[in-house]
């Protein structure tokens, strides 16, 4: 090449405009410190790279991943997006004519007061038991249990809302935002609503006011929305907004008692507090009490009675801020004796600390009072900043108290806990702690997570203890990458209520050589007379003997399916949201690759020999 030559090229190249940014190196500097290191609660890289990149846009755009994003300019968020994420299919089709029920079964009037799972604990109590008139199944018929239908549940690698029964229709939620009424028992279409933001909570149905004679679907969204939508034609009725803090999101499943709705109010402050520029930390948690027919506000309570305020300042001057954090993140438990409510907290995120964080709480349903508060790990803070502004150890309850009847006539609240231990408390005798079994190792989406179960005698609690590990990988820089893993986690326990006693244990599945597997039961337990049943991050769905914690019947759900709505769908791994059991039929979801473990998209029914 000649000296000429050789300059032209020089000026050719810098006059040219700016290389494309890569996005493989943004994604090092600015992702990787958080999404490549193994931290609990920060889903692995590989998880995201199943993800769609509009998916990812909204996340940084709009979602958790908000303070994360606006630290890139746009063109490199376009390229940290391109990096990442799957190429997005072409506009989801609509469904086709046939996926809609060519008649839609009329409602009934007294459409709330039928025996059936209407809401996330199945009952007041939030004992996720249904009793034979609400099951419409045995456990002598569980072993018959054969896939009656598929439901596809739209792209996405996650599935997160529990499906509620409701006058014959059966209502779900997916993650892109929609909510469909199905035909309960042949999964035709009647109807769909589009709220436009991811729905990550439960629902409940039930009726709008007094006389019964409107019903509606009750749900959150990741933006603190609650939404009431008409049961019958799928109309909105109200949408409001309980929190205006940007980290605020819902994930419970309302409660409707006595002509009111209750809602819980969580958020993932504790994610944003990971930028080092982030004031941390000034959500509180809350309760909100709502008029069902109009979305007015009865009362709020927070979680922690005191505003945050500016506290000290770090090193490179950053304002601290606090109290924060006691978020709920279940259901309440309504106590129709007392008029009580009862709810369950997570950690504070920043200090002070507060005596009500990983706390039951008691309050009064009428005026939201709190009555009394029982803390369980005090002093837990936990963000994801530096160890010296938090160092906690996560030990939130994700999962309601359950009221239950004791046969001395005495009553408890038992609940499972992210440490890894189950606890009773006397409800009677100002929360009182009768009891505390450990059985799981616990840690940031360990211990026990959404949802136990009870029946008369036995509390059933799984355990998740979901885990990362470092695994070879080759075409990684440092030869090696952080998956899910495959060796720690699980189990299921039957505890008496009473005195905490291990009645049995059943021991995880091993994973085998299946990819993206993990033993964990994150997923909430749901129970019948004579059997209790558990999801599993290895994708199956299992039912247990109470007598005995014998499997008694074992589904994979990890495959493709052909669905009743003509989508594309497979199943995956099980967490989140669990199976519920109405009038002969039971539901669940299937998918869950938010921790590394196996996507999925569907929604399946099972019933006596899929008939
Ligand atoms: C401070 C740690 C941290 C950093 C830095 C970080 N993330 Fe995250 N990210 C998290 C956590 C924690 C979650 C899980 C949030 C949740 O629970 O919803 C998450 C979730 C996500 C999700 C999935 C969201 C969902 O809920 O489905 C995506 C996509 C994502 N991050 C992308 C990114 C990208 C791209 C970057 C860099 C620009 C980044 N993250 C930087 C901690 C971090």
């Known amino acids: 090449m000649t000296f000429l030559l050789r300059a032209t090229l020089f000026l050719l190249l810098c006059s040219a405009p700016a290389p494309a940014q890569d996005g493989a190196t943004l994604f090092k500097t600015n992702c990787s410190s958080c999404h490549d290191a193994g931290i609990a609660r920060v889903p692995p890289t590989s998880a995201l790279k199943t993800m769609f990149r509009s998916t990812i846009r909204q996340t940084l755009e709009s979602g958790p991943m908000k303070t994360q994003g606006a630290a890139l300019t746009s063109s490199e968020r376009d390229a940290v997006i391109n990096y990442l994420g799957v190429p997005d299919k072409a506009a989801a089709a609509a ?22 799972w209407q809401g996330w604990g199945g009952d007041a109590s939030n004992s996720r038991f249904a009793d034979a008139a609400t099951a419409g199944i045995t456990s002598a018929d569980v072993p018959k249990l054969k896939l009656k239908w598929a439901f596809g549940l739209g792209e996405g690698p996650t599935v997160r809302s529990q499906v509620v029964v409701g006058a014959g229709h059966l209502f779900v939620a997916n993650m892109t935002g929609q909510l469909y009424s199905l035909d309960a ?37 990741a933006a603190a929305n ?42 993932i402050e504790e994610v944003s507090a990971g930028s080092p520029t982030y004031e941390c930390c000034t959500f509180r948690g ?11 506000t009865i009362w709020q309570t927070y979680t922690i009675s005191e505003p945050p305020h500016p506290t000290a300042k770090s090193d490179t001057g950053i304002q601290k801020r606090g109290p924060s954090g006691a978020a709920v993140w279940s259901s309440p438990t309504f106590d129709e004796k007392t008029n009580t409510l009862y709810i ?31 803390q369980v790990t005090p002093g837990d803070v ?7 502004n938090g160092g906690g150890p996560d030990f939130d309850f994700g999962q309601p108290p359950i009221l239950v009847s004791l046969p001395n006539g005495h009553r408890a609240l038992v609940i499972g806990q992210k440490s890894g231990v189950a606890f009773g408390l006397d409800p009677d005798a100002q929360g009182k702690i009768l009891w505390q079994t450990r059985l799981g190792k616990g840690g940031a989406l360990g211990g026990m997570e959404w949802g136990s179960a009870a029946d008369r005698q036995n509390m059933y609690a799984a355990v998740s203890d979901l885990s990362t590990a470092s695994v070879p990988d080759p075409s990684s820089r440092t030869g ?20 905490g006693e291990k009645r049995w244990s059943a021991l995880p599945a091993s994973c085998g050589d299946r990819p993206k597997c993990s033993p964990a039961q994150s997923a909430a337990v749901s129970a019948i007379a004579g059997a209790v049943f558990s999801g599993s991050e290895d994708g199956h769905l299992r039912a247990y003997s109470t007598t005995d914690g014998k499997v008694i019947w074992d589904v994979d759900t990890e495959r493709d399916y052909e669905t009743v709505n003509g989508a594309k769908a497979n199943g995956g791994s099980m967490n989140g949201a669990g199976p519920i059991v109405s009038h002969g039929i039971l539901y669940v979801n299937s ?11 569907v929604l399946l029914a099972f019933s006596i020999d899929g008939k």
Not at 189 to 212: M, N, P
Not at 347 to 371: C, E, Q, W
């Open 95 to 116: 469904p086709p004519p046939t996926a809609f029920c060519k008649v839609q079964k009329p409602f009934s009037a007294s459409a709330s007061n039928r025996a059936e």
């Open 185 to 221: 028992s042949s999964g035709c279409i009647e109807w769909t609503f589009d709220a436009g933001k991811r729905i990550q909570s439960s629902l409940v149905f039930g009726a709008v006011d007094r006389d019964g004679k409107q019903s509606a679907v009750y749900f959150g969204d």
């Open 226 to 267: 609650v939404y009431g939508v008409d049961a019958s034609t799928g109309k909105l009725l109200w949408k409001v907004q309980l929190d205006t803090h940007p980290a605020a999101r819902i994930t419970a499943a309302p409660i409707l008692h006595g002509g009111m709705l209750f809602v819980s109010v969580s958020s």
């Open 286 to 296: 809350s309760v909100v009490a709502l008029n069902p027919a109009t979305g007015k």
């Open 344 to 374: 369950a907290t997570g950690d504070n995120y920043s200090f002070p600390a507060t005596s009500t964080s990983d706390s039951v709480l008691a309050l009064d349903a009428k005026t939201g009072n709190i009555r009394w508060a029982t």
């Open 382 to 388: 936990y963000n994801l900043g530096p160890k010296a």
């Open 480 to 499: 090696s990458r952080y998956a899910i893993d495959p060796n720690i986690g699980g189990g299921l326990y039957a505890l008496d209520l009473a005195t």
């Open 591 to 601: 998918g869950d690759g938010l921790w590394g473990g196996a996507p999925g998209n």
